[in-house]
Structure formats: structure tokens, C-alpha cells
């Protein structure tokens, strides 16, 4: 059975700085990308960032391009989202996903998998 637990939210100052982190079981993942995604109330899923297993291609949202960071790593098999100079509408829960094999960013639609998420709260 697929199991994607995220870990390392909190809550944070505006500048500050998160790492969340994906451990992900039950198969392996290395045709398809993972991508961590963000969800306030009253709001569609977005992407946020992904990431191919194969050669660590990476694509991120325009809202976090030079802030955030993601990474895997193979022998744990995690997938981490480092989060830096945070902004108070970074604040949301964060979700880490398997995507469709072959892309590198998608609609929430089209992922595989879930984690249930974890909260992150930026404070200006």
C-alpha cells in the first residue's frame, strides 16, 4: 500500500525559514516525479515545486522561484521542500504528491497520491 507522510511544518516569523519533509512506501516511485503542492480554505490545491527520482529535474511555481528548494533523497527515499524567506502567504498546508509519469508539473487533478498534509503558518 502507497504511504506518503509529510513532516516539519510549524509555524514561523515572516524571513524565517521550514524544511518539510516526504517519506514515501509501498513501490517505487522512480518513473514518476513527486511534487509538493499547498492548500489554503476556500482554495484550489496548487502546485508548488516537483522533482523526477531519475536525474533530480526540478520545476517550481513562479511564487517560490529562489525561495524554495526541492530534493530527494534516494536511499531514505524522502522527498524534502526547503523553505526560505518565508511570507505570510506562504502560510498553508502543504501536501507532498506523486505526479503522472512523464510531467513535470501538474493540475492537482492529475496526481497519484496523497500525504494528509502538513500545516505551515508564516506570521508577519
Known amino acids: 500500500q502507497v504511504q506518503l507522510v509529510e513532516s516539519g511544518g510549524g509555524s514561523v516569523q515572516a524571513g524565517g525559514s521550514l524544511r518539510l519533509s516526504c517519506a514515501a512506501s509501498?513501490?517505487?516511485?522512480?518513473?514518476?516525479?513527486m511534487g509538493w503542492f499547498r492548500q489554503v480554505p476556500g482554495k484550489a490545491r496548487e502546485f508548488v515545486a516537483s522533482?523526477?527520482?531519475?536525474?533530480?529535474?526540478?520545476y517550481y511555481a513562479n511564487f517560490v522561484k529562489g525561495r524554495f528548494t526541492i530534493s530527494t533523497d534516494i536511499a531514505k527515499n524522502t522527498v524534502d521542500l526547503q523553505m526560505n524567506s518565508l511570507k505570510p502567504e506562504d502560510t498553508a498546508v502543504y501536501y507532498c504528491?506523486?505526479?503522472?509519469?512523464?510531467?513535470?508539473?501538474w493540475g492537482s487533478g492529475l496526481s497519484n497520491y496523497w500525504g494528509q498534509g502538513t500545516q505551515v503558518t508564516v506570521s508577519s
Open positions: 509501498g513501490r517505487t516511485f522512480s518513473s514518476y516525479p
Open positions: 504528491s506523486v505526479g503522472p509519469s512523464g510531467f513535470l508539473s
Open positions: 522533482i523526477t527520482w531519475s536525474d533530480s529535474r526540478t
